[in-house]
Nanobody, 123 residues
Framework: VQLQASGGGLVQAGGSLRLSCAAS????????MGWFRQAPGKEREFVAA????????VYADSVKGRFTISRDNAKNTVSLQMNSLKPEDTAVYYC?????????????????WGQGTLVTVSS
């Protein structure tokens, strides 16, 4: 599976962005998907994950209620709608795919990674 993330950019605090991740391959619907982020000088951290069917989702506490992960298996895409953005959301955001069942928060369980898209939130 090859992943291509897009949609990053510069936004003011309180604004919104929608990230998208396009996947190649015919087996996209069999993968759980996740979004992670890495801020400058910090370790990569979990943001959100969604099961292969889209029926289960999980979020980091820091984004719960502000971010929404979704997927469209017909289009081989997964999205991350980010609302009420804060300066601390500034990071490179990565989408990832896992063959493990359910929703996974550990980066080590993900098998494929996209190249990342930069989100900058100004105060």
């Amino acid at each position: 599976v090859q992943l291509q993330a897009s949609g990053g950019g510069l936004v003011q605090a309180g604004g919104s962005l929608r990230l998208s991740c396009a996947a190649s391959g015919r087996t996209f619907s069999s993968y759980g998907m996740g979004w992670f982020r890495q801020a400058p000088g910090k370790e990569r951290e979990f943001v959100a994950a969604i099961s292969w069917s889209g029926g289960s989702t999980v979020y980091a506490d820091s984004v719960k209620g502000r971010f929404t992960i979704s997927r469209d298996n017909a289009k081989n895409t997964v999205s991350l709608q980010m609302n009420s953005l804060k300066p601390e959301d500034t990071a490179v955001y990565y989408c990832a795919a896992t063959r493990a069942p359910g929703v996974r928060v550990r980066a080590s369980l993900y098998d494929y990674w996209g190249q990342g898209t930069l989100v900058t939130v100004s105060s």
